[in-house]
């Protein structure tokens, strides 16, 4: 079936899910990209409907979201244009079942990494952190007091796919805090008031590093339940780095001291 018109109700109800309430409402996203969708479905994504144009209705990423029991549909090079959000689209979007986001969802080794992201709002920032995180070999990212949903269609297109590939989930400061000490994993803070250079810290075991948005920095609650914090030094007269380029400093600072710990 060939959907040539832009008021068609699956379209409309597809576009709608740019919108958080909907989103939520619904229990539905979208994913847009071919890359996106097939690390989706990798990581259990279950997609509902497809959309795709022309050139992509025969090939193996269609085939199997038909054999997932997603619904197919060709559309017009207008009405796909209607269903993207990015600036050039590539000609695959679905609509997914959102995943679920609990504790639950993160399973730890013995000397696990995680990053906490507290309180960060813009989806370009979470994306990037995501990315790095897959990069890094996180074993799961905890989004603290969300200020944006991480299904959001930019956190998708940001993180590459990476938001499906990473173990994530979604916990108040308390729960997560007291999810964290019960698996004896060491809280570490970045605040630019610590005396102790990151390169600096001993990093080992396993190890929870929290990040904040730039203007607030890391909430009360986590620092209060943080072991040690550290600093990343800045020569310049703006006292701020990009929280996704702090992120990806630290992450690596660990990823080296166990490299070198063998």
Request: aromatic residues 4%; proline residues 5%; neutral net charge.
């Amino acid at each position: 079936m060939i959907l040539a018109s832009l008021q068609n109700p699956r379209v409309k109800a597809a576009v709608r899910l740019r919108e958080r309430r909907h989103r939520d409402a619904e229990g539905l996203m979208l994913v847009e990209g071919h890359d996106e969708l097939t690390l989706g479905i990798e990581a259990g994504l279950a997609p509902v409907t497809l959309f795709v144009t022309a050139a992509h209705i025969e090939t193996p990423l269609t085939r199997q979201c038909a054999s997932l029991g997603a619904d197919v549909f060709e559309t017009t090079k207008d009405v796909f244009a209607k269903l993207a959000y990015r600036e050039h689209p590539d000609g695959w979007l679905a609509v997914a079942r959102t995943p679920e986001t609990g504790l639950e969802r993160l399973q730890l080794p013995a000397e696990a990494l995680v990053l906490v992201i507290d309180g960060v709002e813009k989806p370009g920032n979470l994306g990037a952190m995501l990315r790095t995180a897959d990069a890094a070999g996180v074993h799961g990212v905890i989004l603290s007091d969300a200020g944006t949903d991480p299904f959001n269609p930019n956190v998708v297109r940001a993180s590459k796919g990476t938001v499906f590939s990473v173990p994530l989930a979604v916990a108040g400061p308390d729960e997560g805090i007291g999810w964290l000490h019960e698996r004896g994993v060491t809280v570490a803070t970045a605040t630019p008031e610590s005396r102790v250079v990151y390169t600096k810290a001993s990093l080992p075991g396993s190890l929870a590093l929290v990040v904040g948005a730039e203007d607030a920095g890391v909430s009360t609650a986590w620092r209060g339940a943080a072991a040690f914090s550290v600093k990343i030094p800045m020569a310049g007269r703006v006292n701020s780095l990009n929280v996704a380029t702090a992120a990806a400093l630290l992450l690596y600072e660990v990823v080296r001291q166990r490299a070198q710990k063998g």
